[in-house]
């Protein structure tokens, strides 16, 4: 299903203390980007809640539930968002494991450490729960951090279930519905047909040079190679753009953009954008009156 | 610098979101007026390019490795507008695709990152570039507007970040998003950018620029000095004449006090502030000339002879990094627009 893009590490190409080369450690990013996209696709052509959900009430039902978590300040509520995104994700069929390690790597482990300090005396003086001197962990400060914490983690994970259950081209019929011009549909669509081809073409680029090295390479030599492919690759980008426009006037382009296939919602449609809205509002609601600041 | 949902609240990242609206728009037309039909692949393409020049490892000291933006790039490539459409299109994608940014964020981050970022690289760029024919001095002044370009943009998502605690807090003052003051947050974004990611970034669009100068010249020329960077010029010019409106302002600002006014202030001045206080004496102390009496024309002349003098030393390094070179003038490539 998914191709070969996972690459082994070749001991030829390791550091005498085992690091992996420059252009595999690359590669292998590149390919897992790649990777990543496929995997998506994969999941988002799987039944489930979300991916049965028509792609426009499923965008402004998680919009609503991003602002939702902006507007929620007490900590528990904050926590019972986080949990539903889990459960979505749960009745969607994501894999839980992959959801919660990517929630946490591109979000919650940077918003930890950024929002680390702020848990110590330094910044938020108050009654130390944990005395370390300057950097004691006040009662306030643990309070902030958390909130900070939880509150990324839940954005992260109802943005998560857009990407991990949408397919791209429901995307697009999405934005177009509701009311994005047709011209930036298509660029977008475009876009990421050529980001896929550009980080083949890079990917390729880094296996070859890795098949060719013996040794990792000086910081020096690395950075030089690795500008000069970035200038073949601004070169390539021209150059391609010239070549689509031309196989697009080929084909009989004349200016305008074919709308794509409309979308039709059904009574469930309806029925999640409701029940969405209610479990917005009830959130709100249990914040502002349960848990006043 | 991909700013995720929750750190920023509604009242800042609505306003950037409405923002962006007519950013885009203007943004479009500029484009579709210079590059007519031919605007989506390009800048398709551009946006491609965009999204993989961040996934380019770049080896640093010590073994580490970052990653260029290349907003600056891409704006003396296809001009500032189209850049700024490219990057915002490349952010969105890895919003929605690869989950990198947040979706309510998504003003911020393009205001940082596509806006901010190309139209203060660019800008700087023609500026310290000149009208010279050559390439060096462009090539040179490509390092200094990417430079200057995500360092702006950095201090910009810290002015963000700082903002917060100002704008949501509880009664007893504690910030509801992104904790730190605005004295915490831009010296932190703006450190980091100025030792680590800025010259990352200057080295990367230089050497890029450099590369293309090499084997396809006709993609980094540039067209003649156009209106932008004639209002350019007018602005700095009416910003030079307001500056003895400073001298209304009362006090000194924070962590600039001087011997005196510590004594003043505290009963004392600390003996290493003392012993090393004096070691200096400034050409024109206090921006005020000691031969105009009025403190307002005083603060005026201060300000022309300051800018005149970091104009002056900023166009010699130029001419002296570039080695003085003289070709014939190049031609204006099609595909491009100021």
């Given at each position: 299903?998914?191709?070969?893009?996972?690459?082994?590490?070749?001991?030829?190409?390791?550091?005498?203390?085992?690091?992996?080369?420059?252009?595999?450690?690359?590669?292998?990013?590149?390919?897992?980007?790649?990777?990543?996209?496929?995997?998506?696709?994969?999941?988002?052509?799987?039944?489930?809640?979300?991916?049965?959900?028509?792609?426009?009430?499923?965008?402004?039902?998680?919009?609503?539930?991003?602002?939702?978590?902006?507007?929620?300040?007490?900590?528990?509520?904050?926590?019972?968002?986080?949990?539903?995104?889990?459960?979505?994700?749960?009745a969607s069929k994501v894999p839980l494991a992959s959801f919660a390690a990517k929630v946490w790597s591109t979000a919650g482990f940077f918003g930890a450490l950024l929002a680390a300090p702020a848990a110590t005396a330094w910044i938020t003086p108050g009654p130390v729960l944990v005395p370390l001197g300057p950097l004691s962990v006040t009662a306030p400060g643990l309070l902030i951090a958390a909130r900070l914490v939880t509150r990324v983690a839940a954005g992260a994970g109802f943005g998560l279930l857009v990407v991990w259950t949408t397919r791209w081209t429901d995307l697009l019929r999405a934005l177009s519905a509701v009311g994005v011009p047709e011209l930036v549909v298509a660029t977008l669509a475009m876009t990421q047909k050529q980001i896929m081809s550009l980080l083949r073409t890079v990917e390729n680029m880094h296996l070859a040079r890795e098949s060719r090295m013996l040794s990792v390479g000086t910081v020096h030599e690395n950075r030089g190679w690795v500008v000069e492919r970035m200038a073949f690759v601004a070169r390539r980008s021209m150059k391609t753009a010239d070549d689509v426009y031309d196989a697009m006037l080929a084909r009989g382009f004349d200016g305008h953009m074919p709308s794509l296939a409309a979308l039709r919602t059904r009574a469930a449609d309806w029925g999640w954008l409701l029940t969405s809205a209610a479990v917005c509002a009830l959130a709100l609601g249990i914040d502002r009156m349960v848990f006043p600041l | 610098?991909?700013?995720?949902?929750?750190?920023?609240?509604?009242?800042?990242?609505?306003?950037?979101?409405?923002?962006?609206?007519?950013?885009?728009?203007?943004?479009?037309?500029?484009?579709?007026?210079?590059?007519?039909?031919?605007?989506?692949?390009?800048?398709?393409?551009?946006?491609?390019?965009?999204?993989?020049?961040?996934?380019?490892?770049?080896?640093?000291?010590?073994?580490?490795?970052?990653?260029?933006?290349?907003?600056?790039?891409?704006?003396?490539?296809?001009?500032?507008?189209?850049?700024?459409?490219?990057?915002?299109?490349?952010?969105?994608?890895?919003?929605?695709?690869?989950?990198?940014?947040?979706?309510?964020?998504?003003?911020?981050?393009?205001?940082?990152?596509?806006?901010?970022?190309?139209?203060?690289?660019?800008?700087?760029?023609?500026?310290?570039?000149?009208?010279?024919?050559?390439?060096?001095?462009?090539?040179?002044?490509?390092?200094?507007?990417?430079?200057?370009?995500?360092?702006?943009?950095?201090?910009?998502?810290?002015?963000?970040?700082?903002?917060?605690?100002?704008?949501?807090?509880?009664?007893?003052?504690?910030?509801?998003?992104?904790?730190?003051?605005?004295?915490?947050?831009?010296?932190?974004?703006?450190?980091?950018?100025?030792?680590?990611?800025?010259?990352?970034?200057?080295?990367?669009?230089?050497g890029i620029v450099a590369v293309l100068a090499k084997q396809d010249s006709a993609l980094v020329e540039m067209k003649p000095a156009s209106k932008p960077l004639r209002w350019l010029w007018a602005g700095f010019a009416a910003l030079v004449l307001l500056t003895p409106v400073g001298v209304l302002a009362p006090g000194t600002a924070w962590g600039e006090w001087g011997a005196d006014e510590l004594r003043r202030t505290l009963g004392f001045v600390p003996a290493g502030l003392e012993k090393v206080g004096g070691l200096w004496t400034a050409a024109v102390p206090d921006y005020a000339p000691a031969f105009i009496a009025n403190p307002f024309v005083g603060y005026l002349v201060a300000a022309v002879l300051g800018s005149a003098a970091v104009i002056g030393v900023t166009w010699a390094l130029g001419r002296l990094l570039s080695g003085k070179e003289r070709t014939a003038p190049p031609t204006p490539p099609s595909g491009r627009q100021p």
């Open positions: 299903m998914i191709p070969a893009l996972q690459h082994m590490g070749d001991p030829a190409t390791r550091s005498r203390r085992g690091h992996r080369s420059l252009a595999r450690r690359t590669a292998d990013a590149l390919g897992r980007a790649v990777a990543d996209v496929l995997e998506n696709d994969e999941l988002a052509s799987t039944p489930g809640l979300m991916q049965s959900l028509d792609p426009r009430v499923k965008l402004v039902s998680i919009l609503a539930f991003a602002v939702a978590t902006s507007l929620v300040h007490s900590l528990p509520v904050l926590l019972g968002l986080t949990l539903t995104t889990v459960a979505f994700a749960a | 610098m991909h700013i995720p949902d929750g750190y920023l609240g509604p009242q800042t990242y609505a306003v950037l979101d409405a923002a962006l609206i007519p950013v885009w728009m203007i943004a479009g037309s500029k484009v579709k007026q210079a590059l007519k039909a031919k605007q989506v692949p390009l800048m398709a393409l551009a946006a491609a390019f965009s999204f993989v020049i961040m996934m380019f490892n770049v080896p640093v000291l010590g073994g580490s490795t970052g990653h260029a933006v290349g907003a600056t790039l891409i704006a003396i490539l296809l001009g500032p507008w189209a850049a700024c459409i490219s990057v915002s299109i490349a952010l969105v994608i890895q919003a929605l695709v690869f989950g990198d940014g947040g979706i309510t964020a998504i003003g911020a981050n393009v205001l940082n990152m596509a806006v901010i970022m190309p139209f203060v690289g660019y800008y700087v760029y023609r500026l310290a570039s000149g009208d010279a024919p050559g390439h060096g001095r462009r090539i040179v002044a490509s390092g200094i507007g990417a430079f200057l370009g995500i360092v702006t943009a950095a201090i910009a998502a810290g002015v963000e970040f700082g903002l917060q605690p100002l704008l949501a807090h509880t009664a007893t003052g504690q910030p509801l998003y992104a904790p730190y003051p605005l004295s915490v947050a831009v010296p932190a974004m703006a450190i980091e950018h100025l030792l680590f990611f800025g010259p990352l970034e200057a080295a990367v669009t230089m």
